[in-house]
């Protein structure tokens, strides 16, 4: 089974602070993706990797940066945290695109930022 | 431009009856369709796919149809239980896009005993 990690599932942070968020997973996946999901809203992609060392934007990417020296691990970071970047976090992974691969999320980090 | 759309956010259905989820989109680029479900405090799992060239997929208790005309499609429980009970969100995949998906708002199915 495939198993993505997030390190933290509640993390509560103030406004201003760089925060940074870590997924690791273990099915040697190339994709992952970092989502935040908020009531209404569905799921937003943030932004994305098809491999080490390189990103892509996803649909709301202001705020966010990410990186990826390792091909398990994906890190979400926010520079400078503010009030509406609080929300669930959820990051995924997939082989590459194949018809019928489906991404595998983590649990998520609730994050509140005050 | 929610290119997605749930319109529903709540269901509520009988324990044994028919559940029915609907999505839409407006992307004819689209080429395949996933839904997931997800309960409180975990992540998405995925339930069931159809790619863009079927009309029907079955698993179980679970159907997904395909109306490309319409530009919808429906996620079908047969029987409901109350473990059903969760957030189902439908995504969809572009053509020539990679891994990356678009997804619906959401709908919470509650299943009654």
């Known amino acids: 089974d495939v198993k993505v990690t997030q390190s933290s599932r509640y993390l509560v942070k103030r406004t201003g602070e760089k925060v940074f968020l870590e997924c690791v997973q273990d099915?040697?996946?190339?994709?992952m993706f970092w989502y935040r999901q908020d009531p209404g809203l569905g799921l937003r992609l943030i932004y994305f990797?098809?491999?080490?060392?390189?990103?892509e934007k996803g649909d709301i990417p202001e705020g966010y940066s990410v990186s990826r020296e390792k091909k398990e691990r994906f890190s979400l970071i926010l520079e400078s945290a503010s009030t509406n970047q609080t929300s669930m976090y959820l990051c995924?992974?997939?082989?590459?695109?194949?018809?019928?691969?489906?991404?595998?999320f983590g649990d998520g980090t609730r994050l509140s930022i005050l | 431009d929610q290119q997605v759309k749930q319109n529903s956010p709540s269901l509520s259905v009988q324990e044994g009856r028919i559940s029915i989820l609907n999505c839409d989109y407006t992307?004819?680029?689209?080429?395949?369709f996933l839904w997931y479900k997800k309960y409180p405090a975990e992540g998405p799992t995925f339930l069931i796919s159809?790619?863009?060239?079927?009309d029907k997929n079955e698993d179980g208790r679970f159907t997904v149809f395909l109306n490309k005309s319409a530009k919808h499609l429906s996620l079908h429980i047969v029987p409901s239980q109350p473990g059903d009970s969760a957030v189902y969100f439908c995504?969809?995949?572009?053509?020539?896009?990679?891994?990356?998906?678009?997804f619906g708002q959401g709908t919470e199915l509650s299943v009654k005993p």
């Open positions: 995924a992974s997939s082989t590459p695109d194949r018809v019928g691969q489906p991404q595998h």
């Open positions: 992307n004819s680029m689209f080429d395949y």
């Open positions: 159809i790619s863009s060239i079927k």
């Open positions: 995504a969809s995949r572009g053509y020539n896009q990679g891994g990356k998906l678009i």
């Open positions: 099915m040697d996946h190339e994709n």
């Open positions: 990797s098809y491999d080490v060392k390189m990103k």
